[in-house]
């Protein structure tokens, strides 16, 4: 018997939550002297009211998407993966290698390797915390934590020394070869005679996130394996009893993971800045928590999370860029979504579920 | 290394692992009731930044602990709300609340002394400043004793020595008395708290705002008492490495006072050797800042076996679903 | 009107980003005009905000930073009448105005000057992050103090990795300790944020301090020896008040055009000692007649010294 | 109502209309209930009819959403679990509500502290437990850590605490679920020790015998009403299995006698060390021919759940094991992960592990989720590269059907199933694979009658389908009326074998006490 219709929970619950997040943010921004009205319209016209928007709401998505279903695959198993900003950076250092390394001729070549080298170089910095964890039973969140740090280090030395083109003040690699740049979205939209998105760096990389919500649903509800890793991740004695290998398990999804979280390097790193750059990675692998934790852990959820907090970004960018109204107006909104959606959800649903109840004893 | 060196280490460990330590007894006074707390970095970064402009303003420092304190407590308020009365999750309440802390702290500092988010400079009684313990001048001459006491021991900020103090009383409070029993049992089996007839909600929310006590503390440390101000992100990951600390020490203060040591001897021991020179090759400073963290590792792969944490932490208390 | 763009570190950063905010401010004082101002928040902004800029009408636009340099290549042809100013690197695009700093001949000063206020011969140097814009500094700086003192000593730390080595004053006060507790004497800071702690910390500690990129003399009057003065501001209003006239090409911001410089003022006057005068305004001189080449790090990643 | 007790004095307990829902279910329904002053009253009914909801409201654990508790005669509004103890009552739950890792005394003390600083409590409890012990025969020692103790003592903490705390009614919600037959009447000692001493007993249980044995008076609860009061006295099982159930209820097991086959399951010399180093087996040989039931007999604790581990193919990690396995004549590998499950079923061993909640099911899982569990990678639930997640379905509800699992939803979730229920899927699971050997650990554990009847007629069934079965259970009435050959354990060894028809409980409880060590010839099986 259920307290209240799937569906309420599933679409009104968030979006009464999602008002009282914009409502209190309302506030926050008269507080400050500025008129909500005015930066709701800036943010939604700048990240959704033209294609333009549209290029950048999806660019941030993408990357996203991709830190949410990694810490999505993670947190099934029954893991914490804080390291999705470290995977996210050797999955970029993966991918510039591949890209540096030959003289690719067309991006159709260069980018299944690129994906290859995203996904390995993201897979093996998660595995170091995930066989810790396995073998040791060093907890992974400490790990993982640590190994931020040491990507961060290890990039920058790798950066400076390594892939910096001499006399180059940037502590970023060449340039990659004009032959490797992925098709945008807009070049896409041309070639069908559409200008749409023209100079957004949303690119092909979108439909690669997408493929990979659709691949992480497949592998999590339909696969062996990725029921053996729901299985492990609810409880590892009952996972033992049916012959559950928590090594294996723990290692895997944690591989899983970090591959997923160093393919944000395809979008940012090969579809966007075209090199290398230090900080390439801007925090997304943490906003991936949230997203993964917002979508419920499911790869449509971590979707429309991801898109929100795109919207977010662009829409923040938009207002900081356009109005007075400063930057870290956006991160408190993103804050109190990610509190009201995440966290006070039951401040909603409760009372919602009360009413339901009432409804369905006066219907009998 | 000589005598003298060693000490100054020391020294700089002492400072560097205060707001740790007092972070990770937050943390553990929380987590040992069952809720577990990410967002310990931004209640911290709340203090700092509400003790600085408090302190600016009144030109107290105790004034600025005392906001400080409040400001943290506010978000652990929140925490509160959010994983034990509305039942919430609490991994996505400390993110939040981490994010909130950030954006907050900025936009409120750029409205109130638009310096981009930083306070303005803390001088005079603004500050915390560092105390000579009684003898420490007569002392000095005596051999080893004599700088140890003068150079380690002596010459901190009240808030040091408020924080080497609450581990030996948090141990006190968790293992001997009636409020450290059922806090530590809250965190075990809520339900065995409930049948005592024990409000499992009152208890949380008291170790939820100890946990905000400690983080004000941790944070008006940053601000006034080992810098001089607010400067925005100022915690810079100071949080997760207590929170890393705490399950390190495995959720006990004497340990908690071990490893939070640890930290701040190598990051003080980075500091003070950025480049080692191993004779057949220099170590990049870029891997000495790191060494930290991969000495952590190593540490936590050899040497700490599983650390299982308090059996009911980070599921909320449901009775009735 | 003119636009001026901030890098991430933003408008408020006490140094760089401050110093062109600064100069535009004199600009609008000064005439009475208006100006676009913005501040990145990511990486993939920087086009949309260039174009967006460009778009509006905008010129000319001037931004802070050498990160800009990939992105203002691309996007300059497509506004070909519009004019671009970029600070701290080149651009080799006919509508963009690159201004450099010789930030070394500045620090090559600052490391006369400590030479001569060291009374220990050991100093200091403190670094945000460690990339090797900030290495141009530390290299400049050691050259200097090692033809003051050439069997001194330079302590040298970076603060971190991350970004948030910007904004560490906690980790950069302990840094100053650190050295302090080598017998460094004088401590130059290219750190930002960070450097503000290591200011006070210098200044807690009874020891002399440089500060950066901006004037920050006054920040501990009499206790900061000076500070590395990059014309940022200058170059900032320059190019605004030549509008849409700013002549491309490189302008390089040197010691003999001012575009570098030690701060001199009421706050450091009790600090700078006839000698110390006398010592840097020779250096100064030769650098400025070119006896004396001060290495720059950018062009070999390496330094002459240590 | 002519109930047993003192007449003319107010009853201890009286409820009225006492109702509770929680959400849409309607746990409890409009109650009324008297125990009299100084009787032991029985409660009993199938899985979820509401007993230990009913009892938790009296203890203040729910809040009722109406209705009225009368306590020696006076209204009391018992707001929470602090006022029932004010009010005289103490409860043992059905899951014990201890902190398993504090020592006993804390337990004890844990809410009923004297002062801020736990010195004082802890020496009073002490002297306190050591009179209570003297008093009652419920020796604990005081200074053991709760998780180090076995059940048996676990539950003598939950009643010490009630009697520290003065409880003059006590709750006690399947008590001997948990226990053996020795613990068990042990046990029933002490309460009538304690009714003895005035104090007045509630009692839920599934097992009738408990009821006739001990009770004064015993009331029958079905989804979640009360519907029928009556002293023990004045009934009998069967009628009280009626009023249960709705329905007749067979409480004998009915089987013809085994035709046993070829040996199924042979151990040889089985020993084994813990990863702490204790030596947990010793030598066990031990067979099983297809077409009968081996009962293993033994105090918990004494090495079945390690037996039943590693033939299950999951010994606890750092285990060293030693001695021999063959399963049809082939012998099966001792060294492996420690997560063989697979290869075990893949060999033809079902297993019905001993605790259904942490190891035989996930519990966020759907049923149809839990029904392949172990068997997902299982060819017909395989579709191509994904899992055949509709003929899962389809097979669970059929399942479901045949097993009279309610409510029959394959896509409930285990948890939101009762006990009862949780055991049949899992016993489905397990034996409609057919399995050339089933390990079974208390089949019935916490199990309502209706369920205990149809679970045993399934594992006979297995048996006369020419399988070979291990069952291991604690309690001995379910040896006795299953098996046709019963094994004992004690510490680690087996103390000897006995025919079911030849032994009696008293002989069987002796061996499980680890006396008569020179056991009587094992019989080799076989009917005579
Ligand atoms: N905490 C709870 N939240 C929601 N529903 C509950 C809760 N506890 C019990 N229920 C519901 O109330 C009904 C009665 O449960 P209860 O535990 O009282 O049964 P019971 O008679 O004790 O069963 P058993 O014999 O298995 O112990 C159950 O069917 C269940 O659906
Ligand atoms: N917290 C809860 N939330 C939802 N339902 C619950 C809860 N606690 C118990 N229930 C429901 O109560 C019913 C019985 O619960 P209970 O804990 O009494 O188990 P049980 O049937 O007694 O099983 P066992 O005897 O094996 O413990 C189940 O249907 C379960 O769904
Ligand atoms: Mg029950
Ligand atoms: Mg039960």
Redesign the interface.
């Known amino acids: 018997?259920?307290?209240m219709p799937k569906w309420a929970d599933v679409i009104v619950t968030p979006l009464i939550s999602l008002a009282l997040a914009f409502a209190i943010s309302a506030l926050?921004i008269l507080a400050?002297g500025e008129s909500p009205v005015e930066a709701l319209k800036v943010m939604v016209e700048g990240a959704l009211g033209s294609s333009y928007g549209w290029g950048?709401t999806l660019?941030?998505t993408t990357n996203f998407v991709f830190t949410g279903l990694a810490v999505m695959v993670a947190y099934h198993a029954g893991l914490?993966n804080?390291g999705g900003e470290g995977q996210a950076a050797m999955g970029g250092l993966g991918v510039t290698l591949v890209v540096l390394a030959l003289p690719w001729p067309h991006w159709a070549l260069a980018l299944p390797a690129a994906v290859v080298g995203a996904a390995l170089f993201g897979a093996l910095w998660a595995l170091?915390p995930a066989w810790?964890q396995a073998k040791?039973?060093?907890?992974v969140?400490?790990?993982t934590?640590?190994?931020n740090?040491?990507a961060?280090?290890?990039?920058?030395?790798v950066l400076?020394?390594l892939l910096?083109p001499?006399?180059?003040?940037?502590?970023?690699s060449a340039?990659f070869p004009p032959a490797t740049h992925l098709p945008k979205l807009s070049d896409m939209a041309l070639a069908f005679g559409i200008d749409w998105g023209r100079?957004?760096?949303a690119n092909i990389a979108f439909f690669i996130a997408i493929i990979a919500c659709l691949l992480v649903w497949?592998l999590i509800?339909?696969?062996?394996l990725g029921?053996?890793i729901?299985?492990f991740g609810?409880?590892e004695?009952?996972?033992?009893?049916?012959?559950?290998?928590?090594?294996?398990i723990t290692v895997v999804a944690m591989l899983i993971s970090g591959a997923l979280a160093g393919l944000m390097a395809v979008n940012?790193v090969m579809g966007?800045?075209e090199?290398l750059?230090?900080?390439?990675v801007?925090g997304a692998g943490?906003i991936g928590?949230?997203v993964a934790?917002?979508g419920r852990n499911h790869p449509l959820g971590v979707f429309l999370a991801a898109l929100l907090f795109g919207f977010l970004?662009q829409g923040?960018?938009e207002l900081?860029?356009w109005t007075s109204i400063?930057?870290?107006?956006?991160?408190?909104?993103?804050?109190?979504v990610?509190?009201f959606t995440?966290?006070?959800?039951?401040?909603v649903r409760?009372p919602l579920?009360r009413l339901f109840?009432t409804l369905?004893r006066k219907r009998g | 290394m000589d005598f003298a060196t060693i000490l100054q280490i020391l020294d700089s460990a002492m400072r560097l692992m205060t707001p740790l330590l007092l972070a990770c007894l937050a943390g553990l006074y929380s987590e040992r009731a069952g809720v577990f707390d990410i967002g310990l970095e931004g209640k911290m970064l709340m203090a700092a930044f509400a003790s600085a402009s408090v302190a600016y303003a009144t030109g107290s420092a105790w004034a600025g602990l005392l906001a400080g304190i409040t400001g943290a407590v506010a978000l652990a308020l929140l925490h509160g709300l959010a994983s034990i009365t509305f039942r919430g999750n609490q991994l996505i309440s400390g993110v939040a609340i981490n994010f909130l802390a950030s954006g907050l702290t900025v936009l409120l500092g750029q409205k109130i002394f638009e310096l981009g988010g930083r306070t303005p400079s803390l001088s005079g009684a603004a500050r915390f400043d560092a105390i000579t313990l009684p003898f420490a001048d007569s002392l000095r001459p005596v051999p080893v004793i004599g700088p140890i006491y003068a150079e380690l021991i002596s010459g901190h900020t009240i808030l040091v020595y408020v924080a080497f103090a609450i581990v030996p009383l948090t141990w006190w409070v968790l293992y001997r008395t009636r409020f450290g029993l059922r806090l530590r049992a809250v965190g075990e089996n809520p339900a065995s708290v409930d049948t005592a007839g024990v409000s499992v909600t009152r208890l949380r929310y008291a170790a939820v705002l100890i946990c905000g006590l400690l983080c004000g503390l941790a944070g008006a440390y940053l601000a006034t008492g080992i810098s001089a101000g607010f400067v925005k992100e100022m915690t810079a990951g100071r949080g997760f490495i207590a929170l890393a600390a705490l399950i390190f020490a495995k959720w006990r203060p004497w340990s908690a006072l071990g490893a939070t040591f640890l930290f701040g001897l190598l990051e003080a021991v980075a500091n003070r050797f950025p480049n080692l020179d191993l004779g057949f090759v220099t170590v990049p400073s870029m891997f000495m800042n790191a060494l930290p963290y991969i000495l952590t590792v190593i540490i936590l792969a050899g040497f700490v076996g599983r650390a299982i944490p308090p059996r009911a932490g980070g599921e909320p208390y449901v009775k009735e679903r | 009107d003119p636009a001026l763009i901030f890098d991430l570190g933003g408008k408020f950063d006490k140094s760089f980003n401050e110093a062109a905010y600064e100069g535009a401010e004199r600009w609008k004082a000064e005439t009475g005009g208006s100006y676009k101002e913005l501040e990145m928040q990511s990486e993939a902004m920087r086009e949309q905000a260039l174009r967006r800029l460009a778009q509006s009408g905008a010129n000319p636009i001037v931004m802070t930073g050498f990160a800009f340099g990939e992105v203002l290549n691309k996007i300059a042809p497509d506004y070909p009448d519009t004019k671009f100013v970029i600070i701290d690197t080149t651009v080799e695009q006919p509508n963009v105005q690159s201004v450099v700093f010789t930030e070394e001949q500045g620090s090559y000063l600052a490391g006369i000057a400590a030479a001569k206020a060291s009374k220990s011969g050991t100093v200091g140097f403190i670094g945000g992050m460690d990339i090797p814009l900030i290495h141009k500094f530390e290299c400049g700086y050691a050259q200097g103090f090692k033809a003051a003192r050439p069997d001194g000593k330079v302590i040298i730390n970076y603060t971190g990795t991350t970004p948030a080595a910007w904004n560490d004053p906690v980790k950069g006060g302990e840094l100053l300790k650190a050295q302090v507790s080598q017998q460094a004497d004088v401590v130059y800071a290219a750190a930002g944020g960070t450097g503000i702690g290591v200011l006070q910390a210098a200044a807690d500690a009874g020891v002399l301090s440089i500060g950066v990129d901006s004037n920050q003399n006054h920040l501990h009057p009499g206790k900061v020896l000076t500070s590395v003065v990059k014309g940022v501001d200058v170059s900032v209003y320059e190019a605004f008040k030549a509008g849409a006239e700013v002549q491309p090409g490189i302008k390089v911001m040197d010691l003999a055009s001012g575009g570098v410089s030690l701060a001199m003022d009421d706050n450091n006057k009790p600090l700078i000692t006839d000698e110390i005068t006398a010592a840097v305004d020779a250096a100064a001189k030769a650098i400025t007649a070119g006896e004396i080449k001060v290495h720059d790090y950018m062009t070999d990643n390496t330094c002459p010294v240590q | 109502m002519a109930l047993a007790g003192a007449t003319g004095t107010a009853p201890a307990i009286e409820l009225r209309g006492i109702s509770k829902a929680f959400g849409p279910v309607q746990a409890n329904r409009n109650i009324d209930l008297v125990v009299p002053r100084g009787t032991i009253h029985g409660i009993i009914g199938e899985n979820g009819a509401g007993k230990s909801t009913l009892m938790s409201i009296l203890y203040g654990f729910y809040r009722p959403d109406a209705g009225e508790i009368l306590i020696g005669g006076q209204p009391v509004t018992i707001s929470d679990s602090q006022a029932a103890i004010r009010a005289g009552i103490g409860m043992v739950f059905q899951h014990f509500k201890l902190v398993p890792n504090f020592t006993v005394l804390e337990n004890i003390i844990l809410g009923a502290e004297d002062r801020g600083l736990l010195r004082h409590s802890l020496s009073r409890a002490r002297g306190e437990l050591k009179r209570l012990a003297e008093e009652y025969g419920l020796q604990v020692d005081p200074d053991a850590a709760v998780e180090e103790l076995s059940v048996g003592h676990q539950q003598r903490v939950e009643i010490l605490k009630a009697l520290y705390r003065q409880a003059d009614i006590l709750i006690l919600d399947e008590p001997t679920g948990v226990l053996t037959p020795a613990e068990a009447d042990h046990l029933f000692r002490i309460l009538r020790g304690l009714k003895d001493e005035g104090k007045t007993i509630i009692l839920i249980t599934h097992k009738l015998r408990e009821i006739m044995e001990i009770t004064d008076n015993v009331s029958v609860m079905r989804r979640g009403e009360m519907v029928a009061s009556v002293r023990t006295a004045g009934t009998n099982p069967t009628e009280l299995a009626e009023l249960m159930v709705g329905r007749k209820v067979l409480l004998r097991v009915e089987k013809t006698p085994a035709q046993p086959g070829a040996p199924v399951l042979e151990v040889r010399g089985l020993g084994m060390v813990d990863a702490d180093g204790v030596e947990r087996l010793r030598g066990i040989d031990l067979e099983v021919r297809a077409g009968e039931i081996v009962g293993i007999a033994g105090v918990a604790g004494n090495g079945q759940t390690q037996l039943l581990e590693i033939l299950g193919g999951f010994p606890e990690p750092g285990a060293r094991l030693q001695g021999e396995i063959r399963l049809n004549g082939t012998p099966l590998p001792l060294s492996g992960t420690g997560a063989d499950g697979r290869a075990r079923r893949a060999a033809g061993i079902g297993h019905v592990p001993e605790d259904r909640q942490v190891e035989g099911l996930i519990m966020d899982f759907s049923a149809w989720e839990n029904s392949a569990f172990g068997y997902h990678d299982a060819p017909q639930f395989q579709n191509g590269l994904l899992m055949d997640n509709a003929a899962i379905r389809a097979d669970t509800a059929d399942k479901m059907q045949r097993f009279d699992v309610r409510p029959p939803n394959p896509d409930l979730a285990a948890k939101n199933f009762s006990g009862g229920n949780q055991q049949k899927i899992v016993v489905a699971r397990e034996i409609e694979r057919n399995p050339d050997l089933l390990l079974i650990g208390q089949p019935t554990r916490g199990v309502d009658i209706g369920a205990i009847e149809f679970i045993h007629k399934r594992i006979v069934a297995l048996r006369d389908a020419g399988k070979a079965v291990l069952l291991v259970s604690v309690e001995l009435d379910e040896i006795m009326a299953l098996s046709d050959r019963i094994a004992v354990m004690f510490d680690g060894r087996i103390m000897g074998e006995r025919l079911p028809a030849s032994t009696t409980a008293g002989e069987l409880g002796c061996l499980m006490a680890g006396l008569e060590p020179a056991a009587a010839p094992a019989t080799s099986g076989g009917t005579e």
């Open positions: 018997m259920e307290r926050v400050i950048f660019y941030y914490f804080i170091i810790l040791r039973g060093s907890h969140v400490i790990t934590i640590m190994f740090f040491i961060a280090a290890l990039l920058n030395y400076v020394n910096r001499v006399g180059s003040m940037d502590p970023a340039n100079n957004t760096p497949l509800w339909r696969t062996r029921y053996e729901r299985a609810k409880s004695p009952a996972a033992l009893y049916a012959g559950i290998s928590p090594v294996r940012n966007e800045a090199r750059v230090l900080n390439a801007e943490f928590i949230a934790l917002m970004y923040g960018g900081a860029l400063p930057r870290e107006l956006i991160v408190i909104i993103q804050a109190l990610i509190l995440g966290a006070l959800d039951n401040m409760m579920e109840l369905n």
